[in-house]
T-cell receptor, first 112, second 114 residues
Framework: KQEVTQIPAALSVPEGENLVLNCSFT??????LQWFRQDPGKGLTSLLL?????REQTSGRLNASLDKSSGRSTLYIAASQPGDSATYLC???????????FGKGTTLSVSS | NAGVMQNPRHLVRRRGQEARLRCSPM?????VYWYRQLPEEGLKFMVY????????ESGMPKERFSAEFPKEGPSILRIQQVVRGDSAAYFC????????????FGPGTRLTVL
């Protein structure tokens, strides 16, 4: 059974810092991996999608990497801003492509 | 292009009543997924549907829960005889084309069972 773990559970940083969020999964047979952002009481915003054949994806200040063989992904956020404060969720898509399995998230707080 | 729409955004039911949650996918999307987020827990997959077909319902509770995605109209997640443990945020996502594509999420329906 696929399990997704995110470390740390919470993170507080001052504005301007570069930071790394970690995600690990137990079964390397995945279709793809998606990073999301969730603001309190709101839905999920898709940040990056990495196909199983890819190593990384970039969007603006965000960079996500995928090492499928070791079951790890990292989300790198450059020059953090208070507006980045949110919960970041990692989700792997099962090999059939039918379901996302989520980690519990990392709650990020960026202070000005 | 409007995003995924869900209604109602908030729903209050008493124990034993029925709850109906609606999801309209993004324009051009024919795949719908339902997820549940219980308090203090992560999101859990419930069901994956295409028009008029249930493709994967491995995450659906065996009793009281059902889902449909008719040829016309929104997808419906139906919970019969609700209990307090059903209180959660229910999210719908949609994707275009083949399975495994990027999923786009709606704002969720927050169900409270009194």
């Amino acid at each position: 059974k696929q399990e997704v773990t995110q470390i740390p559970a919470a993170l507080s940083v001052p504005e301007g810092e570069n930071l790394v969020l970690n995600c690990s999964f137990t079964d390397s047979a995945i279709y793809n991996l998606q990073w999301f952002r969730q603001d309190p009481g709101k839905g999920l915003t898709s940040l990056l999608l990495i196909q199983s054949s890819q190593r990384e994806q970039t969007s603006g200040r965000l960079n996500a990497s995928l090492d499928k063989s070791s079951g790890r992904s990292t989300l790198y956020i450059a020059a953090s801003q208070p507006g980045d404060s949110a919960t970041y969720l990692c989700a792997v898509c099962n090999q059939a492509g039918t379901a996302l399995i989520f980690g519990k998230g990392t709650t990020l707080s960026v202070s000005s | 292009n409007a995003g995924v729409m869900q209604n109602p955004r908030h729903l209050v039911r008493r124990r034993g009543q029925e709850a109906r949650l609606r999801c309209s996918p993004m324009k051009g999307h024919s795949h719908v997924y339902w997820y549940r987020q219980l308090p203090e827990e992560g999101l859990k997959f419930m069901v994956y549907l295409q028009k008029e077909n249930i493709i994967d319902e491995s995450g659906m509770p065996k009793e009281r829960f059902s889902a449909e995605f008719p040829k016309e109209g929104p997808s419906i997640l139906r919970i019969q005889q609700v209990v307090r443990g059903d209180s959660a945020a229910y999210f719908c996502a949609s994707s275009p084309g083949l399975a495994g594509n990027e999923q786009f999420f709606g704002p969720g329906t927050r169900l409270t069972v009194l």
